[in-house]
């Protein structure tokens, strides 16, 4: 089984709509992050958390919030999706330095 | 802010040529720089990193670069295959506070048969 799953997979939503992304571990990580990806422009840090008390916005925050429910999960939420906020996420965890990442969500914001 | 630089954008060689993809980054606390691979349709996944008390490390066929005065690295590729096309990003950060990490823009690298 996967280290770090991300549900859903895909998505399609309406402006306005709220939507939330999931994230899961087993790797016993304390650190977990999420990020975003367009083309050509890298991954971009949206939220991290180093423990369940422990909150930080990233480059990018705005527009999203996070929970992070316990040490395997940490959901990211678009309280109320816009079009520019179509992109493929990604959440990942980490030890130290070396990050694990998920699979990935492909959001898509009409 | 901190900022880390990838070139090129885009990379096409032949089959069992070499591959080279450079990045320069701007903060001098940083000391840890991975390299992560990305598949289609996939995470990215680290392929080989390096700190900054050594200049070079090798693994098979990937090796990295350092050049902490000019804070320069780079990722080399030696007899590349059809596996290796893919899109790779470097990182960097400083290792003891792995909150920021930085990463370059991507260099997807093209494999021809």
Known sequence: ?110 | GENVEQHPSTLSVQEGDSAVIKCTYSDSASNYFPWYKQELGKGPQLIIDIRSNVGEKKDQRIAVTLNKTAKHFSLHITETQPEDSAVYFCAATAYSSASKIIFGSGTRLSIRP
Not at chain 1, 29 to 43: A, E, F, N, S
Not at chain 1, 57 to 70: F, L, M, N, P, T
């Open chain 1, 1 to 110: 089984d996967a280290d770090v799953t991300q549900t859903p997979r895909n998505r399609i939503t309406k402006t306005g709509k709220r939507i939330m992304l999931e994230c899961s571990q087993t790797k016993g990580h304390d650190r977990m992050y999420w990020y975003r990806q367009d083309p050509g422009l890298g991954l971009r840090l949206i939220y991290y958390s180093f423990d369940v008390k422990d909150i930080n916005k990233g480059e990018i925050s705005d527009g999203y919030s996070v929970s992070r429910q316990a040490q395997a999960k940490f959901s990211l939420s678009l309280e109320s999706a816009i079009p520019n906020q179509t992109a493929l996420y990604f959440c990942a965890t980490s030890d130290l330095a070396e990050q694990f990442f998920g699979p990935g969500t492909r959001l898509t914001v009409l």
